[in-house]
C-alpha cells in the first residue's frame, strides 16, 4: 500500500506549525480540516492531472496537499518554462487542469478533455534545471520520494525547517517531505527577498534546520548577524560543497551538524556526507556500502544506481547501463581515500546552483554581427562556485577603450535572450580560439 | 587599492543592470546593501583578479566573508603584496 499526503498529515499533531512566513502561520490541524471542504468546493479535480504554477512559495505550500489529496498526477511546473516546453510537458503527462495558485486560493483551469482512468499510484512530476538544453520531466511516487526522509515525530517536534529553495524543484521538495514527514514546522522565504530578510525571518522564527546550495550558504555568511540563526543542521546540495566553505560554516555556526547532499533530479538522493571534508570518502564506492545505492566510477564519470530514483522520463533519456546504473555526468578525481567533484562531462557550468550549456551562450554571441567566433567556459569562482568567462573574435581590431565598450554592447545584446546568470561575466577578446582534431572548441 | 576595488565596483553594477554608480563608499557601508547581488560579487571578484591576478578568497586558509567595504578592501590589501 502506497502513503499519501493525508495519511502524512493525519500522523502529525493538529496543533504543530505546519508553515509560517512573517504574516501568516498555518498549522497541520487546518490542514487536516480543509481537506473534505477542498473535495467539496473542487470535485471535478478528484482522479484529474494537475499542473501547479506559483509564484509564491508559501502558497504553493498552502495549498499541494489540499490538491495532491485529490490529483492523480502532480506537475509541480517551474517558472520560467516555454510556451514549447509547457505544451511538450502537458502533452506528456496528459495535463487535464492548470491550477493558478495564489495567496487568495486556487484557480483551476480545463486545458485538456478529461477522459476516465483506471485507479493507479499518484505520480509526482518534477522537472529537471535542463543542463542539456531542454529539461527534462521525472515522474516519482510519494514512496520513492521519501525514501530518506526521517518520520520520527517525537524528533520532529524539535526540528524548525527553513525553505529557501522553490518548492516545484526536487532539492525544494525534499525539505518540504522531511519536514512534513517528521511533523516539523516549515519557515518560508520567497525567491525575491534579499537574504538579510530570509535570515531575519529564519532567526525571528526559531529556525535550526536550514538546507540551501553553496552560493546562497555564502551570503548568509556575508550577511550581519546571520550567526544568530541557532542552526543545529546545516546542508548543502545542488552544487559542489568546497573545503573552504565547509570550514567557514563549522565555524560561523559552531553547534551545527554539517552535511552535503549528492542528488540530482533523475537519480534522487544519492548519498549525503556528514564527515565535514569535501567529496566523499572512497569506500561509498563499493556495494556493500549502501542498501539502497550503488556508485561506481567509469574513466573518472560517476554512475549511480538506486532505488529512490525516478520511476520514469516523460521526455527525453537518462543514459543508463546494461546493470541500470545512471550516468550522472559528474566527473570525479580520486585523492587516496577521497573522492573529489571536478565539474560536468557536458562541460555545462554551475554558476551558484543554475546550470549553463556553454553552447547556448556561444549561439547568442556568435549571433551579434561584429563577433566572428566565441568560446565560453566556466571559471571558478569564490562567491558563486563558478562564473560564466566569455573569448570573443571580432571583426575589427579594438582599443582598449573600445573593448570595454564592446564588452558592455554584448552584455547588453545577451540581457532579454539569456538569464542573467548565464551572461558572461568576464569577457576577453582574442585573435585565435583553440579546437580539437574534430574541430570542436577545446573547452577548460 | 579602494580606487580599483570602487572603479571595478561599479563596473559590475553595470554589468547586472543596475543603473546605480557610487562616487565613493564608505568603509562601513554593507555590501549586500549596496545593489550589487551574489551575481554582482561574483563578477567583481572575477575583474578584480583580471585586473591584480589576484583571488584573496582562494588565497585564505581561513575564509572569511566579509560583510562591509571596507572589510573587502581590507582583505585585497592584505593579499596583494
Known sequence: ?444 | MKQLILEKFNEALGQVDNSKEFKSLEDSDVLLQTGLDSLGFAILVALLEEELDLDPFQLMNEPVYPKTFGEFVAIYEKYNV
Request: charged residues 25%.
Open chain 1, 1 to 444: 500500500m502506497s502513503s499519501s499526503i493525508v495519511d502524512i498529515f493525519n500522523r502529525v499533531p493538529s496543533d504543530r506549525i505546519y508553515i509560517q512566513n512573517t504574516s501568516e502561520c498555518v498549522f497541520y490541524g487546518d490542514v487536516k480540516d480543509s481537506i473534505n471542504q477542498f473535495r467539496e468546493e473542487h470535485p471535478y479535480l478528484v482522479g484529474k492531472n494537475c499542473s501547479l504554477v506559483t509564484n509564491s512559495r508559501f502558497s504553493l505550500a498552502k495549498f499541494l496537499p489540499l490538491i495532491a489529496s485529490v490529483a492523480n498526477k502532480i506537475l509541480l511546473q517551474p517558472k520560467c518554462l516555454t510556451d514549447e516546453v509547457k505544451s511538450e510537458f502537458y502533452e506528456q503527462s496528459d495535463i487535464e487542469y492548470v491550477i493558478d495558485i495564489v495567496e487568495s486560493g486556487v484557480f483551476p483551469s480545463k486545458v485538456s478533455p478529461t477522459s476516465p482512468k483506471k485507479e493507479q499510484t499518484q505520480e509526482w512530476l518534477i522537472s529537471t534545471s535542463g543542463t542539456t538544453g531542454t529539461p527534462k520531466l521525472t515522474s516519482y511516487n510519494l514512496d520513492s520520494l521519501m525514501k530518506t526522509s526521517k518520520n520520527n515525530l517525537t524528533k520532529g517536534s524539535s526540528f524548525r525547517w527553513g525553505l529557501c529553495y522553490d518548492l516545484n524543484r526536487f532539492a525544494g521538495l525534499q525539505v518540504y517531505l522531511q519536514a512534513i514527514a517528521s511533523g516539523s514546522s516549515l519557515t518560508i522565504s520567497e525567491s525575491t527577498e534579499e537574504v538579510s530578510i530570509s535570515v531575519k525571518l529564519f532567526i525571528d522564527k526559531g529556525v535550526n534546520c536550514l538546507s540551501a546550495t553553496p552560493s546562497f550558504w555564502r551570503k548568509v555568511l556575508m550577511t550581519h548577524g546571520s550567526n544568530l540563526i541557532d542552526l543545529k543542521r546545516i546542508t548543502l546540495g545542488g552544487e559542489i560543497s568546497e573545503q573552504p566553505l565547509l570550514d567557514a560554516l563549522k565555524k560561523h555556526f559552531a553547534s551545527s551538524e554539517i552535511v552535503h547532499i549528492y542528488a540530482s533530479t533523475e537519480a534522487g538522493v544519492g548519498f549525503s556526507v556528514k564527515d565535514g571534508f569535501a567529496g566523499f570518502p572512497s569506500d561509498y564506492v563499493s556495494s556493500s556500502r549502501f542498501s539502497s545505492v550503488s556508485l561506481k566510477i567509469v574513466n573518472k564519470i560517476l554512475w549511480i544506481k538506486s532505488d529512490r530514483s525516478a520511476s520514469n522520463v516523460l521526455n527525453g533519456k537518462i543514459e543508463t547501463d546494461i546493470d541500470n546504473y545512471i550516468n550522472t555526468g559528474d566527473i570525479v578525481e580520486v585523492n587516496d581515500d577521497r573522492i573529489l567533484f571536478v565539474g560536468r562531462v557536458s562541460g555545462a557550468i554551475n554558476v551558484g546552483g543554475n546550470k549553463v550549456v556553454p553552447e547556448e551562450i556561444e549561439s547568442v554571441l556568435n549571433s551579434h554581427p561584429m563577433v566572428i567566433q566565441s568560446k565560453v567556459f566556466g571559471k571558478k569562482n569564490s562567491f558563486l562556485g563558478m562564473l560564466v568567462n566569455a573569448e570573443v573574435i571580432s571583426k575589427h581590431a579594438l582599443g582598449l577603450n573600445e573593448k570595454k565598450a564592446f564588452k558592455f554592447e554584448l552584455i547588453k545584446f545577451c540581457k532579454g535572450k539569456l538569464e542573467p546568470y548565464k551572461i558572461p561575466g568576464i569577457i576577453k577578446f582574442v585573435e585565435s580560439i583553440d579546437v580539437n582534431e574534430s574541430g570542436k572548441i577545446v573547452r577548460k
